[in-house]
């Protein structure tokens, strides 16, 4: 169980311990790392899901904004402007704010339809288990409620191994009749490539152990390539791949563009591409195609020689159950 005084942070009780009046709500951290951490109502917790993911019902994040800041990331694009923030600040300033729905546990809690065989998608804006959540427990906290009420077809996006925390949960929802599946992406076995790309995300073997762990915990898993970034070698990324023990892959190349992409964010990336592929900036987008489809090529092959699923793009994330 959910310590309650984690509970009172925000202001919520999903527990039926009576609050201690003398204990203090723990602090609400306003900063960590190099993200600010700000506090604000939802209007939702769940959202209609709609174009990428149209194939779920809806799509949780208990976060808005992410502090891994990938470099690649098209969540930017979605930021709007609260507070003294226009949205293009919000998108400039990507991974360096996070807003958390103070008021997510209630919104969820006071949902009287049930959410029975509902498909959710958590999340697709934001990372649910970034490093705020080790703190505030807020995604924890809505899949107590998911698990003890309700009975969804839930899939979890990380690139964090802390998801293995919540494996009892995982397992209690689908001991109820619901269903889980925990994606965790895995972009390359390159760490200069995922430190350029990926700097506040934990390393790509921590996240292979992840996966290894919860397959070993019974849950159903799936590792997503999305991006594939620079491999360094394809052969040995898919034996540390099938060394986990999943079975389920999804894969697709970083697209440079997209809309209207954070324009700093974009430089970046496409700079270190460039430099990692050794080619002038025009030739970038060919050059890695190549370099893409030579590693997929090989992926491929091993993983489907070894009996695994691997999808691509959106049809690689549709509901898997
Ligand atoms: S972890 Fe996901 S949501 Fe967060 S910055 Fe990276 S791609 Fe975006």
């Known amino acids: ?15 039926s311990e009576p609050p201690d009046p003398t204990s203090d709500p723990p602090p ?8 600010a ?9 769940l959202t209609k899901a709609t174009g990428f993911m149209e194939e779920y019902d809806f799509t949780l994040n208990p976060y808005s904004g992410c502090a891994f800041g990938c470099t690649y990331c098209y969540a930017a694009f979605f930021s709007r402007a609260s507070g003294s923030m226009t949205g293009a600040e919000r998108r400039d300033r990507w991974g360096r704010w996070v807003q958390v729905k103070e008021n997510a ?43 003890r009420r309700h009975r969804p077809k839930l899939v979890v996006q990380t690139r964090s191994p802390d998801v293995v925390r919540d494996a009892d949960l995982f397992r209690e929802i689908e001991a109820n009749g619901g269903r889980v599946q925990v994606n965790l992406t895995v972009t390359t076995d390159d760490e200069d490539v995922r430190k ?15 996966a290894r762990q919860l397959v070993e915990e019974g849950i159903q898993s799936c590792i997503t390539m999305t991006p594939l970034l ?30 209207k992409f954070v324009a700093g964010t974009r430089d970046d990336a496409l700079a270190i591409v460039a430099e990692k592929l ?44």
Not at 37 to 45: F, L, V
Not at 280 to 303: F, S, T
């Open 105 to 147: 546990v209630r919104l969820l809690e006071k949902r009287r339809k049930r959410l029975d065989g509902t498909l959710i998608y958590m999340s697709s804006v934001t990372d649910p288990y970034q490093p705020i959540e080790r703190k505030l427990k807020l995604t924890r906290q809505l899949l107590e409620i998911l698990a």
């Open 230 to 259: 620079l491999v360094r070698d394809a052969k040995e990324f898919a034996a540390s791949l099938l060394a986990t023990g999943v079975e389920k892959f999804i894969i697709q190349p970083f697209h440079f563009q997209r809309g």
């Open 28 to 35: 609400r951290p306003t900063r960590l790392g190099r993200a």
């Open 1 to 15: 169980m959910t310590n309650p005084r984690q509970l009172t942070l925000f202001g919520e009780s999903v527990s």
């Open 37 to 45: 951490i700000e506090y604000r109502p939802a209007g939702a917790i």
């Open 278 to 321: 050794r080619r002038g900036r025009g030739q970038v987008m060919p050059r890695y195609r190549d370099h893409y489809n030579q590693a997929e090529h090989v992926i491929r092959q091993r993983l489907e020689r070894a009996g695994c699923r691997l999808g691509e793009g959106k049809d690689g994330f549709n509901p898997p159950f």
């Open 196 to 210: 350029a790309f990926e700097p506040s995300c934990p390393s790509n073997a921590r996240r292979l152990a992840a």
